[in-house]
């Protein structure tokens, strides 16, 4: 603060964004540089609108998992009710995969282009409306199709939007922590509460049918979409609730792009960059070996281990759990291994190889444990190790996507759903194969789901995720390919 000649308090803040013609994308040099500027008369404190988007953020990840790990609870009624097989509820479940894989990266591009907030809140909306229709097809398994096929497509572009979000509103030192946060801890937690929400509280407890449950459910998804609608904004470029100190904390540590850059991701980029290969074939493993936690932990649980739906609920979602917290570890370990070795490169094929390979071989653990909360506690090892190195998936999306972060993730996404189509089909006729009159044998499966994780985590050693798709600009005004490498992650 200054004072006038008459005694009047000024406040003296440049204005470093006309919101008629604010680009999506800080300029962090014009940033940083004004903001320098302006430090010897004030320092302005940064506002903390990113902790809205934050939240905003976590909440469409925990929503998006909730909403499509109940097919946990709902696949065994569609059994009982209407006598289905398990490569029939196989069949029916990898529907979901086809819309849901070829629309990631048209939903990237659109992010990336236009922005998450409309797309990101529509979507919420629409599927929050097809969800409860699973309860409203009966046994018809050409309704059902629809409404997986449906469901599918109105969920595809949630995880593109939320690394483009991720990639916009927060700093590089900090963005795998945020990741590890939005992406696993919420997702994952979403999806164990699943079956607790569902199952254990509104059929078990309250006494709901299950097609009424979802309905409930739903409903309360679609509430959630409008407040998303109502709060969020594309960006601190664009976000009049955003002071300059905050823009520039989140401009620091991201040299500017190259404004002769296109809108769009060229693919030709991507098909000549070998660590998008070997990314593109880790994630086609992993997300094939986690359909298992999906699709047969309810079957498992209830009808090879016994137990009754209230506990049962609570030992589905314990891998979840699992899962969520080793995905918020995971984050944090991830910058901390990049500092500690200095090399952001090898701390990311570290963290994402360790967490694979523990996880390959704490299945074989969980195989050997005749006690069904046995089981479930070894499960949640495995899933606590195999998603502590989701937060690095979202980091190398970031790192070697920059402006095409959500392109790049609809690449990746897609690649899992390549894996997420073919083996449902193969773990059900797995499943079929060991099957002697109503008893299931789940080793061969969870045998080949070891072997899944053992390849994913080979592939790390191969991805490198310095190799940009994205030219951006040296201080100095020289093209570079790389990101920058910020070996603080305390701030």
């Known amino acids: 603060m200054v004072r006038s000649s008459g005694g009047k308090s000024l406040a003296i803040r440049p204005r470093l964004f006309d919101s008629a013609t604010a680009s999506t994308r800080l300029q962090p040099g014009l940033v940083m540089s004004m903001a320098q500027e302006s430090s010897p008369l004030e320092v302005e404190r940064p ?47 990898t529907l979901f995969t086809p819309t849901y894989g070829v629309l ?33 097809v009966g046994g018809s398994k050409a309704g059902l199709g629809a409404v997986r096929l449906a469901f599918g497509a109105t969920q595809a572009g949630t995880y593109p939007a ?20 939005v992406a696993t801890f919420f997702g994952r937690s979403g999806g164990a509460m699943s079956s607790i929400i569902l199952g254990t509280v509104l059929i078990g407890l309250v006494g709901m049918t299950w097609k009424w449950a979802l309905v409930v459910m739903g409903g309360v998804g679609m509430l959630y979409g409008v407040v998303f609608l109502l709060l969020f904004r594309n960006s601190p470029a664009v976000d009049g609730r955003v002071n300059d100190a905050e823009r520039a904390l989140i401009a620091e540590g991201t040299p500017p792009p190259d404004p002769q850059e296109p809108p769009v991701l060229p693919f ?66 991830n910058d901390l291994m990049i500092s500690w070795t200095g090399s952001r ?33 070894a499960l949640f090892a495995v899933k606590f190790f195999s998603d502590w190195s989701q937060p690095t998936v979202w980091g190398t999306c970031t790192d070697l996507g920059g402006r095409y972060s959500a392109t790049v993730f609809g690449v990746i996404n897609t690649s899992g759903s390549i894996g997420g189509l073919i083996s449902p089909l193969m773990f059900g006729l797995i499943l079929d194969w060991n ?31 310095t190799e940009s798709l ?8 020289d093209m570079v390919d790389t990101p920058p490498v910020d070996l603080d992650p305390s701030a």
């Open 47 to 93: 506002t903390g609108v990113r902790w809205l988007i934050f939240v905003l953020a976590c909440g469409s990840s925990w929503f998006l998992y909730l909403h499509r790990y109940t097919w946990n609870v709902i696949a065994p009624f569609l059994k009982e009710d209407y006598g289905f097989n398990n490569l029939e509820l196989s069949a029916i479940f």
């Open 162 to 181: 939320l690394s483009k979000i991720t990639e916009t509103w927060f700093p590089v030192k900090t963005r795998t922590v945020v990741q590890g946060w």
């Open 104 to 136: 990631q990266i048209p939903s990237g591009i659109v992010c990336d282009w236009m922005g998450p907030h409309l797309f990101l809140g529509v979507i919420i909306v629409a599927w929050s409306l097809v969800f409860p229709m699973y309860g409203l």
């Open 470 to 477: 994205e030219k951006r600009l040296a201080p100095g005004g």
């Open 435 to 465: 099957t002697v009159g109503k008893v299931t044998d789940y080793n061969p499966l969870f045998v080949t789901m070891a072997v899944m994780y053992l390849i994913s985590a080979v592939c790390w050693f191969c991805v490198d995720c």
């Open 268 to 333: 030709r980029r991507v098909l000549k960059n070998r660590s998008m290969l070997f990314f593109v074939i880790q994630q086609i493993m992993s997300a094939g070996a986690d359909g298992v936690y999906v699709l047969y932990m309810g079957d498992y649980f209830l009808n090879v281990k016994g137990f009754e739906m209230v506990k049962a609920g609570w030992l589905i979602s314990l891998p979840l759990w699992g899962g969520a917290i080793g995905g918020m570890l995971g984050g944090v370990c």
């Open 345 to 377: 490169r090898w701390g990311r094929s570290l963290v994402g190889f360790t967490g694979k390979f523990l996880a390959c071989w704490l299945v074989f653990v969980a195989i050997a444990q005749d006690d069904g909360v046995a089981a479930a506690w």
